[in-house]
């Protein structure tokens, strides 16, 4: 069942104008302290949200398009949209039209799946529900656009350039490279459940006999970790404590952590590891605990990030689980139906605390492509050959805004067999992340990077 609604904070324009303002001086770190605001501010923006914030309606009234650099964006609360997105006033002041402030608000916030009642079958809010499937934008950094109009406003009004931040040796952007290890033991199955269904006993004791006497083509972290070496990157590995199934039969690990890690963690050598927290703990605090507890005694030191199984997120629940946790961030926020931006921003952020009407102290670092979002038949079903063509785009964008382009890759799907989207599209993706002069990170630089 959907949680209920909490008590929700009154979240009034300071309230909202702070939240924005976080953001955009996280992105631009050397932003002079000049006035933005609604009234009688250097930077004024036109107000269009009327009372849309005080109500519990997850949908705002459809955008205005708007071309801003060459991109066709979608203006949420823009009350005025035959007027220019910026107009130029007395005293090196500047109007903008458009409520960029609301909008942003509305979409970093992830008001729309907070107030939503859609859920798909894993308790997750559904790509189809969302605006950005309605208007077509889940690959562009909305948000990002609209930093970059109050970016420009900003100059205007103080004849001062601002940088976006920078990465480690002026890198233009940052890649995040991830794994979650959901299985270790299992590569031997489908093809012996294959072989079974065709009556092949030969191949099916062949499978057979290989499980018993040879480790398993998904038990291969150090492969992992050596391929992504080679393009001079770092690996996270996100573990399942839990190997028992959820309490609605979806599958957690197929291995043990605490019986499997002192074999494992060499192969690891000084990798990232975080929390991969099993089916139901999104909504169950407790339970995350423990497995926490778990992984910790494994590592024999502290998590720093997590990463729901299944991408499992509820918006009334899961961020105050992970605030009281005290994580240093998430790396759950992405849709698994399409790559792209589930709250339509490039960079990490604060999710928003709608109880107290402030930012979490965590860091989200959002999802933006995952292997399985790129073949499974429920979702794309991408050739090999179109995988790169489709991304290429949203890592462009994410290039443009100096932002993180967090990558999803399972171990399993570093095995040969996988011809689909497996190491072969791997090897694609980070040839040409590699060739952009990506910096490659893992999460505790992000967080030190952003903080």
Known sequence: MLPPLPIIAPLTADIRLAYVLQHFRLAFPAAPEITIGYTDAHVQIVEGSGQFFAQTQPYPPAPNQREWRGQSLPFFFDAEPAKPLLELLPQQRVLIHADIISAAFYLLSGWQEFFSEERDRH??????????????????????????????????????????RRWAHDAPFAAFITHDIDNLRSAWKAPAKSALQRRDWRGFGQQLWRHYTQPDAWDNLALVRETVAAYGAKSTFFFLPEHRPGANGTPNADYSVVKVWPRIAPALADSEVGLHGSIGRAVQGANLKSEEHRLQACLQGQVAGIRFHYLGWEPRITPGIVHTLRLSYDSTLGFAEHFGFRNS?????????????????????????????????????????????????????????????????????????????????????????????????????ICATVS
């Open 123 to 164: 308790g997750r809010f559904p790509y189809a529900a969302s605006v950005q499937q309605q208007y077509g934008f889940v690959a562009v950094p909305v948000v990002n656009y609209y930093f970059d109009v109050l970016k420009t406003a900003v100059e205007h009004a103080t004849g001062v350039p601002l940088r976006q």
């Open 345 to 445: 921003y490039c960079h990490p952020f604060q999710p928003f605390d709608f109880s107290q009407g402030q930012a979490y102290d965590f860091l989200e670092i959002p999802l933006n492509v995952m292997d399985a979002t790129l073949y499974h038949p429920n979702y794309l079903k991408l050739a090999a050959d179109e995988i790169l063509p489709a991304l290429q785009p949203l890592f462009e964008q994410i290039e443009r805004f100096g932002g993180v382009c967090t990558v999803l890759w399972h171990n399993e799907n570093f095995d040969p067999a996988n011809e689909h989207n497996g190491p072969q599209q791997f090897h694609t993706i980070m040839e040409y992340l590699r060739s952009r002069r990506v910096a490659f990170v893992n999460g505790q630089d």
